[in-house]
């Protein structure tokens, strides 16, 4: 199990940037050995994967994100973050960081969410 633990959220204006960060807490198994993925939330709308990073760096990303947002992980902080730049209104959502090990749970835990609000 992992606990973590979002930052970084806030209000923008549309064109600005925001870096969420993500603390993990594991217990006994290495940060490195989990995929770690960015979801959000908007009001009314499904949880959708916006971003992942697997045990070897590969990342995916949404097509709505692709080359605006970029993820990465720091293996000796336990940390993941999530760089976003040129941000738009339909950003605005619940932003939540995930683990899965091995990439094969199907992302059972979570952290509580980070507000991201992007004016006009």
């Known amino acids: 199990q992992v606990q973590l633990v979002e930052s970084g959220g806030g209000l923008v204006q549309a064109g600005g940037s925001l870096r969420l960060s993500c603390a993990a807490s594991t217990s006994g198994i290495l940060f490195s050995y989990y995929d770690m993925g960015w979801f959000r939330q908007a009001p009314g709308k499904q949880r959708e994967l916006v971003a992942s990073i697997d045990s070897d760096s590969r990342t995916n990303y949404a097509d709505s994100v692709k080359g605006r947002f970029t993820i990465s992980r720091d293996n000796v902080k336990n940390n993941v973050y999530l760089q976003m730049t040129r941000l738009k209104p339909e950003d605005t959502a619940v932003y939540y960081c995930?683990?899965?090990?091995?990439?094969?749970?199907?992302?059972?835990?979570w952290g509580q969410g980070t507000q991201v609000t992007v004016s006009s």
């Open positions: 995930a683990a899965d090990l091995g990439g094969l749970a199907g992302w059972p835990d």
